[in-house]
T-cell receptor, first 117, second 115 residues
């Protein structure tokens, strides 16, 4: 069965330090890949997405993610975090065999990012 | 603001009552999705609707839950005879339909508390 794994439930990073959030998926073929961010009490906002082409994608708020087919991973990175980055981060995938439609969208359980001053 | 609008933002119900959650998609979007989020959990897909049609309800509980997206007006997620386990945040998302890339635009959610 298809699945999305975010191995880290909580991550604590000092302000100004670099960040990497992990995401692994299991599908038969390369899916569409997304990272969403959810601030407390808010809905989800799309950070970035990968459909095809360059495996390093840039998103909003200074985030980037790299698709690695050999590792079935799509890790999210940021060189220097700010206190406002504290939030819940969700990786999501849509398998192409579903036609790419959002009804096939599967979310990971999320990683809670805590920023230390 | 032409974003996805959900109301109410917060809803308190006693066991056995009905809860109705509304969602107006972004302007120009014809596809609506409902997700449920439990504490410490990710988002679980519930139902996918287009105008007047339920496309995929594989994530909906078999009883007490229903959804609609009428020709006019918002999409409604209805929970009858609520129980404490229904307490959760319910998120609506919309997409334009074409191109169908899987990218969704989310509302801010409706938080249901069942006493």
């Amino acid at each position: 069965a298809q699945s999305v794994t975010q191995p880290d439930i909580h991550i604590t990073v000092s302000e100004g330090a670099s960040l990497e959030l992990r995401c692994n998926y299991s599908y038969g073929a390369t899916p569409y890949l997304f990272w969403y961010v959810q601030s407390p009490g808010q809905g989800l906002q799309l950070l970035l997405k990968y459909f095809s082409g360059d495996t390093l994608v840039q998103g909003i708020k200074g985030f980037e993610a790299e698709f690695k087919r050999s590792q079935s991973s799509f890790n999210l990175r940021k060189p220097s975090v700010h206190w406002s980055d504290a939030a819940e981060y969700f990786c999501a995938v849509v398998p192409l065999y579903s036609g790419g439609g959002a009804d096939g969208l599967t979310f990971g359980k999320g990683t809670h990012l805590i920023i230390q001053p | 603001n032409a974003g996805v609008m959900q109301n109410p933002r917060h809803l308190v119900r006693r066991r056995g009552q009905e809860a109705r959650l509304r969602c107006s998609p972004m302007k120009g979007h014809s596809h609506v999705y409902w997700y449920r989020q439990l504490p410490e959990e990710g988002l679980k897909f519930m139902v996918y609707l287009q105008k007047e049609n339920i496309i995929d309800e594989s994530g909906m509980p078999k009883e007490r839950f229903s959804a609609e997206f009428p020709k006019e007006g918002p999409s409604i997620l209805r929970i009858q005879q609520v129980v404490r386990g229904d307490s959760a945040a319910y998120f609506c998302a919309s997409s334009p339909g074409l191109p169908n890339t899987g990218e969704l635009f989310f509302g801010e959610g409706s938080r249901l508390t069942v006493l």
